[in-house]
């Protein structure tokens, strides 16, 4: 293995441990209130969480991926004003945006609320939107960090370390029998945003002080950022329209069978999210410098095992995932047929490696949001078709079918763009 190979493998394995930690503690918080509260009240804590997601895609303004673009070309470059000028732009950017939604989402509970046809939605989503200011700025801090190469530091705090203080908070909450209600369960949620924020703002402080230099803004980045805030919203809406529509479509209870075979499919597709992560700096220092070869023999390599990872894990869920299933409750066992129709999506998924990422990373934003736009709007249209049709199993054929073609195409895409082909043959 060649040095770059090494340092992802290490790096890697880090980001493993704390995906496992993360994901691990979302799953018991998942199976605890499955239990308290019952398919239906689970899944309306996962459709607020689910709504709060996708307004957080819209604050940051697609400033998470420039942010490692530009800071991991400064620092190779020793450009370290110009890492504290990006930093403040990303800041003053995405916090004028995260007052403005939270105030659109303060005045829109009630409509929310009557579109998802649950009025207990109405307070756990006004409490909801007082914390968007400080979670949109610990995705940023947390993007910053990642730019410095800090990877499983900076997953740990943007994907990971919410989960892990939401599921103390509900064991403290047991151990004390407080009640466990859907109000309880988002205070939580607020209180554990609020630490996590504090906790990145310390941490960036270390890495780069003062956090960010005073000056004019980066306009190149407002250019940069408009495609990716497409393509980060068109991903994650992607990732979310099944979701959305089952609680339009369908009930609560789908909702919350339905999220759990999305949470136990992320064990198929986290290791490519991990390889991605540590895959961005380098890939946009090198590409950056003209070092095709070598980003084209270390995405090679990493697809090949990904391929390995997605066969294991799928046949993992195959053969035991009604059993796992029951973890939640008896009723869950409904969902044992859409998890395996999106272990399908994934395991193409995680097979086509880092196109997304080399197409992003190469300057090549705008091709990536168009496919992204086309496959959100297939995506659509599919759900609404199917969910009406089969339910729970309608949404995992229309999302599995949807990221089967998208990553097709963009293996197809890159190839042709950069010359790169991400596949290990």
């Known amino acids: 293995m060649d040095k770059y190979i090494k340092d992802i493998f290490l790096k890697s394995s880090k980001a493993t441990i704390i995906q496992v930690v993360g994901i691990s503690s979302r799953l018991i918080t998942s199976i605890f209130l499955g239990r308290e509260l019952g398919a239906s009240g689970l899944g309306d804590v996962n459709l607020i969480n689910q709504i709060i997601t996708i307004i957080l895609v819209f604050t940051m303004f697609g400033m998470d991926h420039v942010l490692v673009k530009n800071i991991s070309i400064y620092l190779f470059r020793k450009e370290f004003k110009s890492i504290g000028r990006t930093i403040f732009t990303a800041i003053y950017i995405t916090t004028i945006i995260a007052f403005s939604l939270s105030l659109l989402l303060f005045f829109s509970v009630e409509q929310i609320s009557i579109f998802f046809s649950s009025k207990e939605l109405n307070t756990p989503l006004i409490i909801s939107s007082l914390v968007i200011i400080p979670q949109t700025m ?49 205070i939580i949620y607020t209180i554990s945003r609020c630490i996590t924020f504090l906790i990145s703002l ?37 990732s979310s329209v099944d979701i959305i529509m089952l609680g339009w479509l369908s009930s609560s209870k789908n909702v919350g069978l339905y999220t759990v075979s999305t949470r136990l499919v992320l064990f198929v597709a986290f290791f490519l999210q991990i390889t991605n992560s540590v895959l961005s700096p380098k890939i946009a220092a090198l590409y950056a410098n003209k070092k095709i070869d070598e980003v084209s023999n ?31 409750g008896e009723e869950f066992i409904e969902a044992y047929y859409s998890l395996i129709i999106l272990c399908f999506g994934q395991f193409i998924n995680i097979s086509t490696g880092c196109s997304g990422v080399l197409l992003i990373m190469s300057g090549n934003e705008k091709v990536f949001s168009y496919i992204s736009g086309v496959f959100l709007l297939i995506n659509i249209v ?16 229309a999302t599995s079918l949807t990221i089967a073609g998208e990553n097709i195409l963009r293996v197809i895409i890159v190839k042709k763009r950069t010359g790169i082909l991400t596949l290990p043959f």
């Open 138 to 186: 610990s995705n940023v801090f947390a993007s910053a960090i990642n730019g410095f190469s800090k990877v499983w530091q900076s997953r740990l705090l943007k994907d990971f370390l919410t989960s892990i203080f939401v599921l103390l908070g509900l064991l403290l909450c047991n151990f004390f029998d407080v009640q466990i209600n859907l109000l309880n369960v988002i």
């Open 298 to 328: 270390i995405v090679k390599k990493v697809t090949f095992w990904l391929i390995i990872i997605g066969v294991l894990s799928t046949l993992f869920f195959l053969i035991f995932g009604k059993y796992i299933l029951t973890f939640w």
């Open 382 to 397: 599919l759900n609404f078709i199917f969910i009406q049709l089969y339910g729970i199993l309608g949404a995992a054929i």
């Open 202 to 238: 310390i941490y960036l402080r270390k890495l780069y002080k003062p956090i960010f230099l005073l000056g004019s803004i980066d306009k190149s980045m407002i250019k940069m950022a408009k495609p990716l805030l497409f393509v980060s919203a068109t991903t994650l809406l992607l």
